[in-house]
C-alpha cells in the first residue's frame, strides 16, 4: 500500500468518541461507506449566530468525500461559500432498523445504524467537479437515473451550489439485536422483541403530462 | 377564546422564514402537530466548542412541548442540565414522502413534510412529568406500549436524563406533488413522476427469551 492509501479505519477523535455506549462506535471505513451508501437524505448542522440550526437536504458520497447540492441564495451554502474558511458542519446520516420493546420501559431502544461527520463544508468552484457531485446525488437515491435526464444548463448550473465535505472525523453508530431485559424482568407478562422498520417504495407515480408509451425504466423497478 | 389558548400558527421569526421556496413554508399549528406525532425519530443539533454536533434520538410531543431523554452521561443533555439557561437546540424531524424525477437533473426533489423547532432545551427535574414524558417517549413509537410494560425504577430513573423544549419557535415545509419541468423538456424521452417513499413495518421478532404464550399485542399488529 502506499502511503496515501486511506486504511481500513477512520482514526477516533476527541468529538467522535462517544461518552457512552462506546460499544456501538466504529470507525471502520467499509461500514461507514454501507451505511452512506445506503441513504440519500442527511440532516445537515451548521452555526447560525450562535445557535444551532439542522436541515434535511440529500447527498452523495463520492470516495472520501461528500456533496451536498442547493440554490446558491440557501443559507448555509452561501456560507460555506462566503470566505475561504469554508463553513464547519455535521452531517448525519440514520436508517432506522427497529423498534425495540423490553419488559422494562427503560430498556427501549431502537435498532439504527448511523454515521457522522464533522468538518467544514468548502463550496466546489471546479465545474468537472460540479458536474460530478451533481450526477452523484442524482444517482445516489435512484442509481442511473443521472445518464437519463437532461443535464443541467448553463442557467441551471449558476443557480445551484455545490458544497463538500472530506470524510476525515468520522463515525459510525450501531445497535441491533433484541432486548436486553434485566433478569428479574424476564418473567413478566409483557410482549418483548423487535419489530423491523424498513423504507419501501410504492409503485412510481408517472406525471401528468407524462407522454405515453413512456415505460417506467429498469432502474426505478429494481427499487 | 381566552387570552393564553395557542393560535392556530406559531409567529414567524426571522429565522424560522426561509430564504427561499417560502411557499413551502407553514407555520400551522396543526399541520406541525401533524407532523410531529407521525414521527418518533428527530436530529437534535446543538454546538459544542463553537461547533455544530447532529444526533439522532427520540421524541415524543406532549402538547405544546418535545422532550427528549438519555443517559445522565450523554453529552447534550449533561449540558443542558448544566446551567439554569439551559442548551439552544435545533430538532428537526424529516418525513420522506417520495422521489421527485423530473426530466431534467435540475428539477429533480424529494416529497417530505419536515418541522424545526428551534429554541433552549431544558433539564426535567419534576418527577411527574419526567414520568409523564418518559411514557410519552414509549407511546410516540408505540402508542399504547407504556402500560404493557415495567415502568423506570428508582435506580434506572436516577440514571435518566430528561429535556424538554417548548415549542414557540417552529416552522413547517412541505412538498407534495410531481416535478416542475421546464415546458421545452416536456417532449424529452425521460420517464418523469413520483415513486412514493414509505416507512413499513416487518412482521414482529420475539426475544429468544420470550416465553410461551404470549402474544403479539394487538398495539404492535396496529402498526
Known sequence: ???????????????????????????????????????????????????????????????????????TGSRPLRAAGASDAGLPVCVTVTHLDGLVLARSAFHHSVNYRSVVVHGTA?????????????????????????????RANARELAATAVVALDLEEVSAKVRTGGPNDEPEDLSLPHWSGVLPVRRTYGPPVPAGDLAPGIAVPDYLAAL
Chains 1, 2 share one sequence.
Open 1 to 71: 500500500m502506499s502511503d496515501t492509501a486511506p486504511g481500513s479505519a477512520y482514526a477516533p477523535t476527541p468529538r467522535t468518541v462517544p461518552t457512552r455506549s462506546r460499544e456501538r462506535a466504529s470507525y471502520d471505513r467499509a461500514l461507514v461507506h454501507a451505511i452512506l451508501d445506503e441513504g440519500y437524505l442527511c440532516h445537515l448542522g451548521f452555526v447560525r449566530d450562535g445557535a444551532p440550526v439542522v436541515l434535511p437536504t440529500l447527498y452523495a458520497r463520492v470516495g472520501e468525500r461528500l456533496y451536498v447540492h442547493g440554490s
Open 122 to 150: 468548502r463550496q466546489v468552484t471546479d465545474p468537472a467537479e460540479r458536474a460530478i457531485a451533481l450526477d452523484a446525488i442524482v444517482d445516489q437515491a435512484v442509481p442511473g437515473r443521472s445518464a437519463d435526464a437532461r
